[in-house]
């Protein structure tokens, strides 16, 4: 230690002491330069880390016209796809058998199923390989609205997007080409709208020939519900139940669109005639549900991120510079709101902003009082973004994603950097009464505090190594 204070951190101070401006400068370049590296994407970012879970899980949504014969089928396929991909891996890593502990199959509605894989202890492989491999053999099975694998933990989609108008078909169209954009990304998979068709019907209209020969809408109605529907005729008791006997066309002659159009009409008279002639019948879709918010007709499209590939608020910047200024431009009175993980951040961001300032204003003050001096507390402090340019640096050397974890650890970084500051400040201010040269005092007091300045670094970092 003695040796590195003598012929290297000695000299390395006077230097700087000589060249004071150009140092001043190039600690400055370098700042601006590092913290450049988060917005061109040399260090990544994503505010909400991935946290690794203990089994993979697949979340299937089928389409609204789907049945449970078919969302049975697809869950099966999706099991199957599942232990091919475990054999793949095995024969990718040389290993006999299968890495699989359980498989659960889950079938929650008649719309929607889940599949939870637990691999062994001993698997070759991690969750996040199992995972990729998996997606590619399911892609897309008959009659899925949205597949979602992941193997981390937490729930639900980290992107989604609100969009908001008067005009509902804007709205939509905006939409479209947003899950569109969103469905070319890397990274992005299960995307997911709120774009509800809603069911499928008939619609029946009188033609002039209808209404000559007497019918009216309800009486219309009313036959066609008889001949689908059923009437009851008759009620009669067995034993302490209700029996209903009710009359309809036998079973086979009321499965499709065609037996509808087949189907015939009674007149006043007596007569029976083709529904085809009294009747046009056109097929349309009637909305279950509009979504409001605000009092304006919305729709949201969402989508989960793989966090490995892009992170969410990549992707919303992403699509702030290319489609969504565009958007606004062909769709005059479209509002865009990107929710989800972008609006949490915005969120937790103008706290987290808030209580920083609040504790810098507090270090301020703490370091003021006993240093009687307004100036010596900034210069203290000013040491504070340096930290950060060493914990930018780290997670680039590292290849890790700059997280809200990282920030918490930034600000108790800045903690250990002012103390460290503060060491050499009050060593400075003793010995400045002492030495005729500013300089001897600055050399001296960074000299004789370096031990006490490393110690507190490293005892630090070894205690939250642990961590």
Known sequence: MQWFN??????????????????????????????????????????????????????????????????????????QAAIVADKQLMNKYAQQGSAINTIEVIGDSDLSGAIIIELDDSSPYALSEFASVWKNLVKTPEGVRKIDIRSGFGSGDNFKVELKAWNTETIRLAGQEIKAAISQVDGVSGVDDNFDSGQAQLRFTLTEQGLSLGLTTQGLSRQVLQAFGGEIVQRYQRGKDEVKV??????????????VMNA?????????????????????????????ISGLPAVYVSA???????SSNELVTQLQKTLIPSLESRHPGLSIHFAGEAEQQAETTGSMTRLFIMAMAAIYILLAIPLRSYVQPVIIMMAIPFGLVGAILGHWLNDMVLSILSFNGIIAL??????????????????????????????????????????????????????
């Not at 899980?57 to 697809?74: E, R």
């Not at 309809?248 to 669109?257: A, D, F, G, L, S």
């Not at 009409?265 to 979504?291: E, K, M």
């Not at 010995?431 to 630090?460: M, P």
């Open 6 to 79: 003598d012929r290297i951190y000695t000299p390395a101070v006077k230097w700087a002491i000589n060249y004071r401006y150009g140092v001043l400068f190039g600690f400055v370049a370098i700042f601006i330069l590092v913290t450049g590296m988060l917005t061109n994407g040399s260090v990544r970012t994503a505010f909400f880390p991935e946290i690794p879970g203990s089994v993979i899980q697949a979340n299937m949504t089928m389409q609204n016209d789907a049945s449970f014969g078919q969302t049975n089928k697809n869950l099966l396929t999706m099991e």
């Open 246 to 259: 009710r009359i309809r066309y036998p079973e086979n002659e009321r499965q499709t669109v065609d037996d």
């Open 264 to 292: 015939n009409v009674r007149l006043a008279n007596g007569q029976v005639v083709p529904l085809s002639i009294v009747a046009t019948i056109t097929s349309q879709y009637q909305q279950n549900d509009i979504t409001r």
């Open 304 to 310: 989960r991120v793989d966090k490995e590939v892009i």
């Open 414 to 467: 800045s903690g250990v950097v002012v103390n460290d500051s503060l060491l050499l400040v009050s060593r400075f201010n003793e010995l400045k009464k002492q030495k005729e040269k500013i300089s001897d005092a600055i050399i001296e007091a960074c000299t004789g505090r370096l031990r006490a300045v490393l110690l507190t670094s490293i005892t630090t970092y070894i205690q939250i190594f642990a961590i």
